[in-house]
């Protein structure tokens, strides 16, 4: 029987393919046992129990990601401005009528303590220097949608990002 020689075109190739077939194997490999690093998020607590409202809510926020920002939007022909994303999904996804700027949406609704946020509640941002200046609607595990600019659009944020924490001014409810 030959045997064949290292420099035989042949099998270098089959050594290559060897060799990255076992080198893609130890990447896929470690990939998946690597720990995944995240923002740091409040201590995880006990499940809130079901919610249908606020899960409609949650639910339907989601359904708007990649919507155009529109300043004054109200409605997804046009584009959302914040304010007007936070009425959208509380009329479509809720059956509850809201209306009013960021600052007004403040006022109108109950204070909470950041550690009992449920999907559907409200998070206020200072982005404008002024109070109250960005809402969004919290959705669950440290995470708010909201029509961020004109070149986003509405997207999903972390609450522990850095620019969102720098400005996070308090979590709301307008629910029970």
């Excluded at 919610?51 to 920002?69: G, I, M, Q, W």
């Excluded at 009329?91 to 009013?100: M, S």
């Excluded at 999907?119 to 969004?136: C, E, I, K, M, Q």
């Amino acid at each position: 029987m030959k045997r064949a020689r290292a420099s035989d075109p042949l099998t270098l190739r089959r050594h290559l393919i060897t060799g990255l077939g076992l080198t893609w194997l130890s990447l896929i490999t470690a990939c998946s046992t690597a720990p995944v690093s995240r923002p740091a998020e409040p201590a995880a607590q006990t499940p809130a129990p079901y919610n249908k409202v606020r899960n409609d809510l949650a639910l339907f926020a989601l359904s708007l990601l990649d919507t155009p920002y529109k300043w004054g939007g109200r409605g997804p022909a046009t584009g959302f401005d914040c304010s007007g994303l936070v009425a959208h999904i509380y009329r479509k996804g809720g059956g509850i009528a809201v209306k009013g700027t960021s600052a007004e949406l403040g006022r109108k609704s109950r204070p909470i303590d950041r550690s009992a946020l449920l999907p559907g509640d409200l998070v206020f941002f200072n982005t404008l220097g002024a109070r109250h200046s960005h809402v969004g609607v919290y959705v669950g595990g440290g995470r708010f949608v909201h029509a961020s600019n004109p070149r986003t659009g509405v997207r999903v944020d972390h609450l522990s990002s850095r620019y969102y924490a720098q400005r996070f001014e308090g979590a709301h409810s307008l629910l029970e």
